[in-house]
């Protein structure tokens, strides 16, 4: 017998709930213990089932379980589904089309309801666009945020640009291809053209490129157009410090014994400014 919708059931040992990461490009990103919970559970729950088989055929693994469907159209219909299935004993398997579900994707519903309802929540950690592009974006990440997609409508975009305009945090963004030109301008003139970001395009794939500068100078970039997965990362509202803040801090590295060269690159690391603007804070008057 099931539970009701408010939990396990008496005498059935409760499921558990798996948010998988899966590759977002290279195949080979996917871990051991993806392949083993997707082979051995009795419901997995993917954002497209047509790309999981894609998935689970190129990892030479196959499904036992049932496999539906849970993306944004069916979550409030599926939910309840998906918690009997827990209720009933059943190891539940979540996966978006790439990624850590529930990032921007289908799974947030769900895990709250599971939580509420006493299940057990648990990750099968994994590849993450909002971390690879971090890592590689040049920007600090000491602390950061994720702000998703913005708003597509040209004024909600602005406005919420011009919120984040005192933001001091590196952030991330997710977006589409064809609006990644018209996103780069719109934040050069919120932010700031001069603000530091990276272009994270195909992130792990064949045709992976990062591009890093200005807002300006990328925004130029993207208006000959893009393709491909996109991730942005811009660097917070105090990743341009004042030239005597950026003396001050090559002078310090340089004290603790690194060469001119060694001190401005590793003060460009650190602040996110690029490293012909620190070197320019520190021989003004190489300036051309």
């Not at 001091?168 to 996103?183: G, I, K, L, N, S």
């Not at 919120?190 to 925004?219: F, M, N, P, Q, Y």
């Amino acid at each position: 017998m099931g539970a009701d919708a408010h939990g396990p059931g008496r005498g059935v040992e409760p499921g558990t709930l798996l948010l998988a990461a899966t590759p977002i490009g290279q195949v080979a990103d996917a871990s051991r213990r993806l392949t083993q919970v997707l082979e051995s559970a009795q419901v997995v729950a993917a954002e497209d089932t047509r790309r999981l088989r894609r998935l689970c055929d190129r990892l030479g693994i196959s499904l036992a379980g049932r496999v539906v469907s849970y993306f944004e159209g069916n979550e409030n219909r599926r939910t309840p589904e998906l918690l009997q299935a827990l209720a009933d004993g059943a190891t539940v398997v979540l996966v978006a089309d790439a990624g850590m579900p529930s990032v921007s994707d289908p799974g947030y519903r769900l895990v709250s309801a599971a939580v509420a309802a006493g299940y057990r929540v648990s990750v099968v950690p994994g590849p993450s666009a909002v971390l690879a592009a971090l890592t590689v974006s040049g920007l600090p990440v000491d602390r950061f945020c994720f702000e998703g997609f913005l708003p597509r409508r040209a004024g909600e975009r602005s406005r919420r640009l011009i919120e984040l305009a005192v933001e001091p945090r590196t952030m991330v963004f997710f977006e589409a291809p064809h609006r990644t030109a018209a996103t780069l301008a719109a934040m050069a003139a919120a932010l700031g053209a001069d603000r530091v970001a990276a272009v994270c395009r195909e992130l792990t794939k064949t045709h992976e490129e990062i591009r890093r500068g200005s807002l300006a100078e990328l925004a130029a970039w993207a208006a000959e157009g893009i393709r491909g997965e996109v991730t942005l990362v811009v660097g917070g509202a105090g990743a341009h410090s004042e030239e005597h803040d950026l003396t001050a801090l090559v002078a310090e590295a340089e004290a603790a014994g690194a060469s001119r060269r060694d001190a401005v690159a590793d003060v460009a690391r650190r602040t996110g400014v690029r490293r012909r603007e620190v070197y320019h804070a520190v021989h003004p008057l190489d300036r051309t």
